[in-house]
């Protein structure tokens, strides 16, 4: 009995420890008034648009009081708790009512992602959250663009050197205004994160899907010809295509268009990405919902 004491008062002088290093550190939008801002966490946090919340987000999509993030020091450690709000409270994309915080994972209120940090390492974690703020999209989980020019630099030189065949796709969200007006901007978010999840696994090792900005991205496909390009591009409209998006105000119809160009010896990186636009606005104008490339003596 005296061991199975002293193992509860050691596992709550843990949670006790890890619970009072607790932190909330805003990584999306990237544009928003709290990007980047640490917020130390106390008792209790109240979330929402209202002006006596202690953490406001002045966004239609969020409620006047949203959710609540409070010491659970019955059980130790953190919990969230939706206070009816309209668009919900989400953990790692799963609506929750009330739930566990758990070190590492993403809260969505709104059209605001949350990183929540806890634990002896919680600096150490932070500082990792914020460099990968720098490489990587927070809603998306892809590199940004920043990574992707980083990599198209590198694959470049390479392509160069070796002579080896080297595409660039771009694909762009048909009518994204139109989504996010009929359905709402956490739709939109709802949409871009699906279509991520539905290319990233399927795309090699050596290929880089990027959240380019916006409703576009890029596929960097290295020592690959234009025809294995496009056809890999058009296997992957064909799917997004046949894929609804379900959100809290129905199912998104969802198609892209997507623009292809192989690289040439005298090609700068913003000259390959150039000409995979071109052919990506040729889609758009040609009825959307198709894959273009470049061809040889365009």
């Keep these: 009995m005296d061991t199975e004491v002293s193992t509860r008062t050691r596992s709550l002088i843990v949670e006790e420890r890890e619970a009072a290093g607790a932190c909330l550190l805003v990584i999306y939008p990237p544009e928003g008034l709290h990007f980047g801002r640490r917020l130390e966490l ?21 409620s006047r009081r ?3 993030i409070e010491r659970d020091r019955a059980r130790g450690g953190w919990s969230v708790i939706d206070l009816g709000s309209k668009n919900g409270t989400y953990i790692d994309d799963a609506s929750v009512r009330q739930a566990p915080l758990r070190s590492g994972c993403q809260l969505r209120v709104g059209d605001t992602i949350l990183k929540f940090l806890a634990g002896d390492e919680v600096e150490l974690e932070f500082i990792e959250a914020v460099y990968r703020m720098a490489i990587e999209d927070p809603l998306t989980g892809l590199p940004n663009r920043r990574a992707f020019d980083q990599t198209l630099s590198r694959d470049l030189a390479r392509a160069r050197r070796s002579r080896a065949p080297l595409c660039v796709a771009l694909f762009d969200l048909d009518h994204f205004k139109k989504i996010n007006d009929d359905y709402g901007h956490v739709a939109g978010d709802t949409v871009l994160r699906a279509l991520a ?5 399927r795309v090699r090792s050596g290929d880089v899907f990027a959240r380019f900005g916006g409703e576009e991205f890029a596929l960097l496909l290295p020592e690959t010809s234009l025809r294995n390009a496009v056809a890999s591009c058009d296997r992957l409209r064909r799917l997004i295509a046949m894929k609804g998006v379900s959100t809290r105000k129905g199912v998104v119809p969802v198609t892209v268009s997507v623009g292809v160009a192989e690289y040439e010896p005298s090609m700068a990186p913003d000259e390959l990405l150039a000409a995979a636009d071109e052919r990506l606005y040729a889609a758009k104008d040609a009825g959307r919902n198709r894959v273009l490339p470049r061809l040889a003596d365009a």
């Design 42 to 62: 106390g008792d209790a946090l109240l979330v929402g648009r209202g002006q006596d919340c202690g953490l406001v987000l002045p966004a239609d999509c969020v």
């Design 66 to 68: 949203h959710c609540r």
């Design 197 to 201: 999840r539905t290319v990233q696994p």
